[in-house]
């Protein structure tokens, strides 16, 4: 075997790909540490600006590790409910009760059972700030999957079961890559969804306790209760520097790759997106160089247990090919189709077991409370969708018609809209304050900047799809702007609308709890509504009325989307579907 040697043409791109490659391997050795280093409650956070990137890299890595797990469930998820139409029935209902789930209805029983199990050391609090994020990540791209496999044209399936591909190569080399666009956009999103909550998922007080991590939410938590308005500015730029690294080395480069994997080669109405960071690596020579020495180390491998593979040509095609075969039979399908939709059976009955002994401990006074607070949400998060609409439509129209304007405004929306409303909350309570709105308006406003993005982006997708015959008809008949709006664009825009508002309302609920229980300037905000109530049952453990807010939450918004959202959408895809 050659000695290695560095390529001759060790340019700037290498010298980049090798900081790259060890800040990533500092970072991961970093919160490696972090995971096990000794548990205690309420640590100090660190307020100097040196304490800050570190932070931040801390609550990017949790970040990055839940979407990574995200994807892994979207995957398998996907898959379950596109291939059985049993688990199908099961797993969608159970994914709609799941994303109406606030987060603290997951956070002060993950937090307690996993100290339980780890009382020592951070990974319990660690895995608990994971999946929290997972869980505002998760059910936005299983479900964008979902949706690529039922659309997925039946003459490709048909062309891989005449090819004779197994279950297995289809997955990898069809479902996936015809899944691949709306996993990269939705990523997108779910990761800002993940943002949505920092504050709470890395400084979580449930009762006496305070639980808190190292990151860049609880510094602005600590910033915030502590008024230091300077460390609050300092929050605030470290998190917009990091969601334009996120944009521009992960995500602009993952939107120009998932392109080759079009299933149509229609022009989309403009140039082909691109990325400088992409651009830029094409010119290493080292990862070239990378491939070929581990093509050689390979082939040396292969040369130096070439006696051991005599045995296990013998074996391993049975032990390879018969859980497969198992797998493949239909009989082998039904049986654990059944098992799994039993398990699955099995755990929210026991859920629903123990839901039902939480909330037989409440009277009938607090349930009148959680419904005279329901109703007061629910007016709020009607009037922040009203709200999101009145300027979000005009200004999706007015993004999706111009692909000039949306190439120029869409990056930067997009970096705008990954930014944890939150954070910001305080400092609207504050402003608010000094022009003598209470926070019973107010909580609307911070509802507000909780759900517009949703309406905005499915706005500016609708319109942005509007064929071009149909553009060129509208201007050849030379139509007034207003006819031209009723007649094309809101008719197009319609059915993204209502996508949109179902999105928007549903991130206005999870909102409330921060809208409506916020702490800024060191004094504690109140105003009554159901987040509130929510809110407060954690911060005093007061189990049986958080499991009835909870409960409550969760049946008006499933209630809603089903009863009026799905009725909206089936009516706006019939009389205004573009394919109609």
């Not at 504050?199 to 991590?213: K, P, T, W």
């Not at 915030?224 to 690294?245: H, K, P, S, T």
């Not at 007015?398 to 120029?408: D, I, L, M, N, Q």
């Amino acid at each position: 075997m050659k000695p290695l040697r560095l390529p001759p043409r060790f340019g700037l791109a290498d010298v980049a790909i090798l900081c790259l490659v060890g800040g990533v391997i500092a970072t991961v050795v970093a919160f490696a540490r972090e995971f096990e280093a000794p548990f205690v409650q309420a640590i100090q956070i660190d307020l100097r600006p040196t304490a800050l990137p570190w932070y931040t890299l801390y609550s990017l890595s949790r970040g990055v590790v839940a979407l990574v797990i995200s994807y892994l469930f979207a995957l398998g998820f996907g898959w379950a409910a596109a291939r059985s139409r049993m688990a199908e029935r099961l797993l969608l209902p159970m994914l709609d009760i799941l994303q109406s789930i606030p987060v603290l209805g997951f956070l002060p029983g993950l937090v307690l059972g996993l100290m339980s199990l780890f009382p020592t050391r951070n990974v319990g609090l660690e895995l608990a700030a994971i999946v929290m994020i997972f869980t505002a990540q998760a059910w936005n791209l299983a479900l964008s999957f979902y949706s690529s496999l039922k659309s997925l044209p039946q003459p490709l399936r048909d062309a891989c079961k005449v090819a004779g591909w197994p279950p297995g190569r289809t997955f990898r080399e069809l479902e996936v890559p015809a899944g691949a666009q709306g996993l990269v956009w939705n990523g997108m999103l779910s990761m800002a969804g993940g943002w949505f909550f920092l504050m709470v998922n890395e400084a979580f007080r449930l009762g006496d306790h305070d639980y808190r991590l190292p990151g860049i939410g609880s510094y602005m938590s600590v910033a915030l209760d502590q008024g230091n308005v300077r460390a609050m500015a300092l929050a605030i730029g470290a998190m917009v520097a990091m969601i334009v690294c996120v944009d521009q080395l992960l995500w602009r480069p993952l939107v120009v790759w998932v392109e080759k994997f079009r299933l149509d080669e229609t022009p989309g109405g403009g140039p082909r997106p691109s990325s400088w960071v992409l651009e830029f690596l094409r010119h290493a020579h080292l990862p070239r160089h990378a491939a070929r020495y581990q093509q050689r180390a390979y082939r040396s491998a292969r040369r130096a247990t070439r006696t051991l593979e005599l045995p296990f040509r013998a074996v391993g095609p049975v032990l390879v090919r018969a859980p497969r075969l198992a797998l493949e039979h239909p009989l082998a399908r039904k049986i654990g189709t059944a098992l799994l939709v039993m398990a699955l059976a099995a755990g929210a009955a026991w859920g629903a077991w123990h839901l039902w002994l939480l909330l037989g401990q409440l009277k009938w006074t607090d349930w009148g409370a959680l419904l005279a607070a329901a109703a007061l949400t629910f007016v709020r998060v009607m009037g922040s969708v009203i709200l999101s609409t009145a300027w979000a439509l005009p200004a999706g129209v007015f993004v999706g018609r111009s692909p000039r304007v949306a190439r120029t405004l869409q990056p930067v929306i997009q970096v705008v809209a990954s930014f944890p409303a939150p954070m910001l909350f305080p400092l609207v309570i504050l402003l608010f304050e000094r022009i003598g709105v209470g926070l019973g308006l107010g909580a609307v406003a911070l509802m507000v900047l909780a759900g517009q993005w949703y309406i905005l982006f499915n706005v500016i997708s609708a319109i942005a799809a509007i064929p071009q015959q149909l553009k060129d008809a509208s201007a050849a008949f030379r139509l007034p702007r207003w006819s031209r709006w009723r007649a094309l664009y809101l008719p197009a825009a319609l059915p993204a609308l209502i996508t949109g508002w179902v999105t928007a309302a549903g991130g206005a609920w999870n909102g409330s709890i921060v809208a409506e229980y916020i702490e800024a300037g060191g004094r504690l905000r109140i105003t009554r509504g159901l987040g509130s109530l929510i809110s407060e049952a954690t911060a005093h453990a007061n189990f049986p009325l958080l499991a009835g807010g909870i409960a409550l939450m969760s049946l008006v918004v499933v209630s809603w989307n089903r009863l009026v959202w799905r009725s909206m959408m089936g009516w706006a895809q019939a009389r205004f579907g573009l394919e109609q």
